[in-house]
């Protein structure tokens, strides 16, 4: 599988077209964090790895998957909308975009990544062919400009807002999954390491 940019837009926008005027915070946070939790659970991961194991060097490649939980998520989201409704000190559109920001961060904390790896060992004049198993927990990323273009896209809207809401929405699912893609693809680095037989070696990649 791979990151689907168009599939996590569809899912957004059906999120926020759904969403009548007396949908609660709960049911926003639930379907955002479930849609953001199914793109990165989808990708493929790809790493390099290297490393002095038991039976000698090891060189080789890694591929595999990630899991992320989206509970971490999904009650930053909950926070942050229900402090947005604060009747004493409601928050605003930045506040926003910066909880999203956050809420992704914590999206990619919780990441357990597994990858087959295979190789080979220098194993005194001989190579030979290796394979085993790595893991990783949590994916480094950058929200920082997803961020800053949420708050430009939520700064239009609020310009445009008597317009057709459902070209808010768009605009919003559009930059939403755009900026996400960006983060997990460009910026988002994985990191592994060996286990049993491969342990002492460590992995560093992507996700795709």
Not at 20 to 38: K, P
Not at 130 to 156: H, N, P, W, Y
Request: aromatic share 6%; hydrophobic share 35%.
């Amino acid at each position: 599988m791979a990151l689907n940019k168009l599939a996590l837009k569809t899912a957004l926008l059906n999120l926020f077209n759904s969403m009548s005027s007396d949908a609660d915070n709960a049911t926003f946070a639930q379907g955002l964090a479930t849609a953001l939790m199914n793109y990165v659970n989808s990708a493929s991961v790809s790493t390099s790895d290297a490393g002095t194991i038991p039976a000698g060097v090891f060189a080789g490649s890694g591929s595999g998957n990630i899991t992320c939980s989206m509970t971490g998520c999904k009650q930053k989201i909950l926070d942050v909308c229900n402090a947005m409704n604060d009747e004493e000190e409601p928050k605003d559109n930045d506040y926003f975009a910066e909880g999203l920001g956050e809420a992704i961060e914590e999206l990619a904390d919780s990441a357990v990544i597994v990858t087959d790896v295979t190789g080979n060992t220098q194993v005194g004049s001989a190579s030979v062919y290796t394979e085993g198993i790595a893991r990783g927990s949590g994916l480094t990323i950058s929200t920082s400009d997803l961020v800053s273009k949420l708050k430009d896209c939520f700064s239009d809207m609020w310009n445009n807002r008597g317009a057709d809401p459902n070209t808010g929405n768009d605009d919003f699912a559009t930059v939403l999954s755009d900026e996400v893609h960006k983060v997990f693809t460009t910026n988002g680095t994985v990191s592994t390491s060996g286990i049993l037989n491969l342990e002492g070696s460590s992995g560093s990649g992507k996700l795709s």
